[in-house]
């Protein structure tokens, strides 16, 4: 597509469930990005993609969250057992040379 | 400490008038600097980009600097447009690395 895909835009969950968060990057471009935006807060770092694999899962805040890559396309991150501190905008962004673009995230709220 | 921060926090401008973002980084050495705009709701959109042997750049009504000695970078917006309110992030890629440093942004509203 033209550009970074993310979905759903939005989403509400319960505490304790588990979400899935879908990234569709841009044709062609190899690293993916995912990334986390609290309230008032700057850009955290999670997890980046080259290809299919992670090299650096060094942002993932804690074991309940996780993130897979197939065929060098779509990712997800996946969210275990909720809490209400995982409420956020998570961001992904695609890149194949130099700079990012970025989806226009999915909301994430757990009552 | 941030590595990267910005002021103010949050500015109000009229429309119309100039307004100038400061971002202020500890980074180094770093490859390069970009100014983002990111409208409510949505992802952020590059703006422009420097490196470090840069001392300016610009994009339409918005030109950006870079002092690499001072290790500041601001953004100056003119003739502000009501399409202008957004938040406005610096970030700066240290060398040899992929990961970028964001800066925790400035919003900025234009009022008619």
């Known amino acids: 597509g033209a550009g970074v895909s993310q979905s759903p835009s939005n989403k509400v969950t319960e505490k304790g469930k588990d979400v899935e968060l879908r990234c569709d990057p841009i044709?062609?471009?190899?690293?993916l990005y995912w990334y986390r935006q609290s309230l008032g807060q700057g850009l955290e770092f999670l997890i980046y993609?080259?290809?299919?694999?992670?090299?650096?899962k060094s942002g993932l805040p804690s074991d309940r969250f996780s993130a897979e890559r197939t065929g060098g396309s779509v990712s997800t991150l996946t969210i275990q057992r909720t809490q209400q501190e995982d409420s956020a905008v998570y961001l992904c962004?695609?890149?194949?040379?130099?700079?990012?673009?970025f989806g226009s995230g999915t909301r994430l709220t757990v009552v | 400490k941030n590595q990267v921060e910005q002021s103010p926090q949050s500015l109000i401008i009229l429309e119309g008038k100039n307004c100038t973002l400061q971002?202020?980084?500890?980074?180094?050495?770093?490859?390069?600097l970009r100014w983002y705009k990111q409208d409510t709701g949505r992802g952020p959109v590059s703006l422009t980009i420097?490196?470090?042997?840069?001392n300016t750049k610009s994009n339409g009504r918005y030109t950006a600097t870079l002092d690499a000695d001072t290790k500041q970078s601001s953004l100056h917006i003119t003739a502000s447009q009501l399409s202008d309110s957004a938040s406005y992030i610096c970030?700066?890629?240290?060398?040899?690395?992929?990961?970028?440093?964001f800066g925790t942004g400035t919003r900025l509203k234009v009022l008619a």
């Open positions: 962004a695609s890149s194949r040379n130099y700079g990012y673009t």
């Open positions: 970030v700066v890629t240290p060398s040899g690395t992929y990961k970028y440093i």
């Open positions: 971002c202020n980084y500890t980074v180094s050495p770093f490859s390069n």
């Open positions: 993609f080259q290809g299919n694999s992670a090299p650096d």
């Open positions: 420097m490196t470090f042997s840069e």
């Open positions: 044709s062609g471009h190899t690293a």
